[in-house]
């Protein structure tokens, strides 16, 4: 089964409202890192965190990574209706190469204007 | 540089069929992948490569095959479709650069299974 779990699932927002979304492995990973895909395209990157408790923010996005890497969260702040998209998380576990992921199944994010 | 180019872009199938989906990337990349999505399931990895000539399995490789005879090409075969095989089918190209392994994606395959 999927080893990466993603919540919530669907993401209703408000335009200008914050909100989390959390990413949690059942294993130990080396890397995590981020994508966006629009409706009817192809994800594509958004960020990678590498060391434990990493945080990088890019504008209005804040990731984290946690101490134990096993978890991350995605944090958006003063959301727009350009953030409309499906975020996923994915990282290689620690035994694989760093070119093999592991998906979630991703956070719809519904932004209401 | 296109990047990552998939054909085609739709395809009907019937069951029992065969063919064979084609990635390319001109980037240099040693790793190739390839991912279908289905709803609320992600993206779930089928085949991988970290070379020419170099493969690996990756969560759902049962009725694929791919071979990877350069670095370029990283063509995924369906050896007899089934319905269950209807997905969207994403290829990506990845490298070391600077300690990122950034995926770059295809725009993807949409493939139904009569």
């Known amino acids: 089964g999927q080893q990466v779990m993603q919540i919530p699932q669907y993401q209703h927002v408000q335009e200008g409202e914050d909100f989390t979304t959390y990413c949690n492995s059942s294993?130990?990973?080396?890397?995590i890192q981020w994508y966006k895909q629009r409706p009817g395209g192809h994800p594509v990157f958004l960020i990678q965190?590498?060391?434990?408790?990493e945080v990088k923010k890019q504008k209005r996005l804040t990731f984290q990574f946690g101490e134990a890497k096993k978890n991350s969260s995605l944090h958006i702040t003063a959301t727009q209706t350009t953030d409309v998209g499906t975020y996923f998380c994915a990282g290689p576990r620690r035994t694989d190469s760093w070119g093999k992921l592991q998906f979630g199944a991703g956070t719809q994010v519904v932004v209401t204007p | 540089n296109a990047g990552v180019t998939q054909t085609p872009k739709f395809q009907v199938l019937k069951t029992g069929q065969s063919m064979t989906l084609q990635c390319a990337q001109d980037?240099?990349?040693?790793?190739m992948s390839w991912y279908r999505q289905d709803p609320g399931m992600g993206l779930r990895l089928i085949h991988y490569s970290v070379g020419a000539g170099i493969t690996d399995q990756g969560e759902v490789p049962n009725g694929y095959n791919v071979s990877r005879s350069t670095t370029e090409d990283f063509p995924l075969r369906l050896l007899s479709a089934a319905p269950s095989q209807t997905s969207v089918y994403f290829c990506?190209?990845?490298?070391?650069?600077?300690?990122?392994?950034?995926?770059?994606f295809g725009p993807g395959t949409r493939l139904t299974v009569t």
């Open positions: 980037m240099n990349h040693e790793y």
């Open positions: 965190l590498v060391k434990s408790g």
């Open positions: 990506a190209s990845s490298n070391d650069a600077s300690g990122s392994y950034e995926q770059y």
């Open positions: 294993t130990t990973l080396s890397n």
